[in-house]
């Protein structure tokens, strides 16, 4: 347990599209407690920050005595401008619009707030925590409900005027026209993020009932993303193909953007990817053919390991960066 004295503890907050993470960490990442909720996707403003109040709460209890300093830094799933984290973007949390997160959130949890884009954040911790493996360029990208990237070169995180540097998921896949949650058509998130496959999987199980989705579908009266990849790992060439559509809509664009952006290194975390090895390895083999040649043997790509707290780390790391 920290002593007093240990003034460098603080909390950090993951806010993700239906759940909400706390850690208390020191300064060099090091986990020592955690706390999680759920809470409803289109929940309102004041149930979610009911729901971070309490999941600090619970994460900062210590024994008597005991205190952490509550600086809190959160990591929102969205675009934040100017000092007071206005949000200007959030389509998984659309009742946040136009709040000014700081100030709300500083009144809520009576702590000094910084808030950072999800991705950012996580890229952050990475940076922080696996720097000496991956090097100072990086590409930190969350294959999940949605696609967010962070970058951070020469050990600075990259953030442009709202913090949507990096934004992978939101680069147009050629020749596609989904709508995507931004407003846009044909970006790579309405393609092969979670949600798309997910949509995809059912409109594939609706077109031919008798096909190995179909059957599923029938069986559990809806269909996820996860459920084409497994299907498509079973060698179901229907699922196996939109499996790869989408695993080399996402490489090209990884690959793309390190040919753009230099990084050495390529770090995938998120849930998408696990348990489906088909999926992995359509990513890479379109990653490596889009790379400049001279960069193949140069460039790393791997999966990131223990990642489901990174979020909340890097928001903690970044209230001293
Ligand atoms: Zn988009």
């Known amino acids: 347990m920290p002593r007093e004295s240990s003034t460098r503890w603080g909390v950090g907050v993951d806010v993700g599209g239906s759940h909400v993470a706390a850690v208390v960490c020191d300064a060099r990442g090091k986990v020592h407690r955690s ?56 389509p998984n949390l659309p009742g946040w619009l136009y709040r000014e997160a700081v100030p709300l959130l500083e009144k809520a949890l009576r702590s000094r707030v910084r808030v950072e884009n999800d991705a950012n954040c996580g890229a952050w911790a990475e940076h922080r925590l696996r720097g000496k493996r991956t090097g100072p360029d990086l590409l930190y990208v969350v294959l999940g409900t949605g696609i967010g990237a962070g970058v951070v070169l020469d050990g600075q995180l990259l953030r442009g005027r709202y913090g949507t540097a990096g934004e992978l998921g ?61 299907v498509a790992e079973q060698k179901d060439p229907m699922a196996a193909m939109e499996r790869d559509r989408a695993g080399w809509a996402i490489g090209e664009a990884l690959g793309g953007a390190v040919n753009l952006l230099g990084t050495t290194a390529v770090v995938v975390s998120g849930r998408l990817p696990e348990g489906a090895p088909g999926f992995w390895r359509a990513i890479v083999s379109h990653f490596e053919s889009t790379l400049l ?22 928001a903690r790391l970044l209230m001293e960066s």
């Open 35 to 90: 706390a999680e909720r759920k809470c409803e996707r289109r929940g309102g403003v004041r149930e979610w920050v009911r729901a971070i109040v309490g999941t600090v709460d619970e994460a900062v209890r210590l024994p008597e005595g005991r205190r952490v300093r509550r600086t809190v830094g959160v990591a929102f799933p969205g675009v934040l401008e100017g000092p007071t984290g206005r949000v200007v973007y959030a």
């Open 170 to 230: 939101h680069l147009r896949v050629p020749g596609a026209l989904s709508r995507c949650g931004c407003g846009n058509r044909g970006c790579l998130e309405a393609v092969a993020g979670g949600r798309a496959l997910a949509r995809r999987a059912e409109e594939l199980a609706r077109e031919r009932p008798t096909s190995a989705l179909g059957r599923l579908r029938a069986e559990r009266g809806a269909l996820s993303a996860w459920d084409l990849l497994r």
């Open 293 to 314: 040649p001279p960069l193949r043997p140069r460039v790393s790509l791997r999966r990131a390991e223990d990642w489901q707290l990174r979020n909340a780390v890097g």
